[in-house]
């Protein structure tokens, strides 16, 4: 089992910024070599925002948070970010973290997933 927590979300105002933290757990953790970032706002389709490896050697950014979103890890606290600056109203949603085998960008490869944290940008 694997056990993935967010924090940090909350409501801003559009231009401001908030720093995500997924603190990952779990006997079966050593396996999963990539931690992921998904967003998904009501109505809409869950949406790729960030994936790294632990190792670092891996990034991938979504076209929609490039530039402005950042993905980084600890790796000694098994923690993994997402940097969020210049945010919008319409980086508005939920975000979880998930955990993979091989970095990905496609969510249904991401074995386990964080209860998810609520992004609120008010314009």
């Known amino acids: 089992q694997v056990q993935l927590v967010e924090s940090g979300g909350g409501l801003v105002q559009a231009g401001g910024s908030l720093r995500l933290s997924c603190a990952a757990s779990g006997r079966a953790f050593s396996i999963y070599d990539s931690m992921g970032w998904f967003r998904q706002a009501p109505g809409k389709e869950r949406e790729f925002v960030a994936a790294?490896?632990?190792?670092?050697?891996?990034?991938y950014i979504a076209d929609s948070v490039e530039g402005r979103f950042t993905i980084s890890r600890d790796n000694a606290k098994y923690t993994v970010y997402l940097q969020m600056n210049s945010l919008k109203p319409e980086d508005t949603a939920v975000y979880y973290c998930a955990a993979s085998t091989q970095i990905t960008t496609i969510a249904t490869n991401y074995d386990y997933w964080g209860r998810g944290t609520q992004v609120t940008i008010s314009s």
């Open positions: 790294t490896t632990w190792s670092g050697h891996r990034i």
